[in-house]
């Protein structure tokens, strides 16, 4: 039972793009460009200032998807 919870929990963490308990951070996003894959999800430098964009990936939900989710 505790694994099915698990598994439920992260997947909505993922979908609804939930940032509390992600391991999805900046370390992680810098591998693929170290590994030199997934160039299309590389972290693009903010024009505006020193911060890094995060590019939203394939499978989240855009806000309207999310509250007819929920």
């Not at 810098?30 to 499978?59: A, F, H, K, W």
Request: hydrophobic content about 40%; some cysteine; proline content about 3%.
């Amino acid at each position: 039972m505790h694994l099915e919870k698990n598994v439920f929990k992260s997947t909505i963490d993922v979908l609804l793009d939930i940032k509390k308990k992600m391991k999805d951070v900046l370390k992680s996003w810098m591998d693929l460009v170290n590994l030199g894959i997934r160039d299309d999800l590389c972290p693009q430098p903010s024009t505006q200032n020193r911060e890094v964009n995060l590019l939203g990936v394939g499978y989240n939900l855009m806000i309207d998807e999310r509250r007819a989710m929920c």
